[in-house]
């Protein structure tokens, strides 16, 4: 093997737990181990540039030794703890339409049934729109305070959008308890009032902001089971996060503030009145 084509050489990129430190930039290429449906997946990414959605890495090529090659999209991505930057209300915004268009080309692309599409983070109800289901941080690249790209769909898979909704406001509102959110984010984020910020951002129709809390319960469970199986597997990247992140009473906290604050939220996605 050339010296070029070692997955040891180019510059590692931080920012994932599943292929930490096995992501690699080469110039204007990314290098990363392929998902299992690397085929189904690039055929989806290249459709979604045909219809005009310019903000996902276009596939270049599967490697004989089981990776994949992508352009690399120029910008900052916020790593933990997130800078302020990351969780501006400009941000939140951004992420709220930038997951609507890629909501809105998706829906215009039959999905694969044939490939086997990862069920870790998927809809439980399914869909038959391919979701992107990881739409934390670490997987939006900005540019001037915006986000401008979304990457890292190898958890994609069919699903509700209310689904794909659910899971990025996790992450970006977020909503989790604030003790969790403290560990994370700078300045205690109120969360329903970001919640209703991303719902507006993204057109979260009236009977969509209903559901919407309910589902982010469940998307939360889906998030729980991940780590669970990770750990399972003896997974040390994630062993040691859940661990140093407060164990499974963390999640345990998580889910009881998250029942506890349904109306809540209820009431911060439904509220007519104009907001101040
Ligand atoms: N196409 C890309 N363009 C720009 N940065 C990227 C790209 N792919 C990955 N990165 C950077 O590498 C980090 C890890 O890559 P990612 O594919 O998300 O790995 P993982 O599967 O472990 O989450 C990302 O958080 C991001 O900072
Ligand atoms: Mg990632």
Redesign the pocket.
């Known amino acids: 093997m050339t010296a070029e084509g070692r997955a040891t050489d180019g510059e590692a990129?931080?920012?994932?737990?599943?292929?930490?430190g096995?992501?690699l930039?080469r110039g204007a290429l990314?290098e990363?181990p392929a998902p299992r449906t690397a085929r189904a997946l690039h055929a989806h990414l290249l459709a979604l540039e045909e219809h005009g959605f310019d903000a996902a890495?276009t596939p270049v090529r599967l490697t004989e030794d089981g990776r994949e090659q992508?352009?690399?999209?120029?910008?900052d991505?916020a790593?933990p703890p997130y800078p302020r930057w990351a969780m501006t209300e400009t941000a939140l915004r951004s992420v709220g339409e930038l997951l609507r268009r890629l909501h809105e080309t998706s829906a215009a692309i039959p999905v694969d049934t044939c490939a086997e599409w990862p069920r870790a983070l998927a809809d439980p109800e399914g869909g038959t729109m391919l979701c992107h289901n990881d739409v934390c941080p670490?997987?939006v690249?900005f540019r001037d305070g915006r986000a401008a790209?979304l990457?890292?769909f190898?958890l994609a898979a069919p699903g509700r959008p209310l689904w794909d909704l659910a899971m990025t406001a996790r992450y970006w509102v977020p909503v989790v308890d604030p003790a969790s959110a403290a560990a994370f984010c700078p300045a205690g984020p109120d969360a329903p009032t970001r919640l209703r910020i991303l719902a507006d951002s993204y057109g979260l129709s009236r009977q969509e902001r209903a559901e919407l809390p309910a589902v982010i319960e469940q998307a939360t469970t889906a998030c729980r089971a991940f780590v669970a199986d990770r750990v399972a597997e003896g997974d040390p990247v994630y062993t040691r996060a859940l661990s140093e992140r407060g164990g499974w009473q963390r999640w345990d906290r998580m889910q009881e503030w998250l029942a506890a604050h349904q109306v809540v939220f209820t009431t911060a996605l439904l509220d007519d009145r104009p907001r101040g």
């Open positions: 990129l931080a920012g994932g737990m599943v292929n930490a096995a992501v930039r990314v990363r890495p992508l352009t690399y999209i120029p910008g991505v790593l670490e997987n690249v790209a990457i890292d190898d």
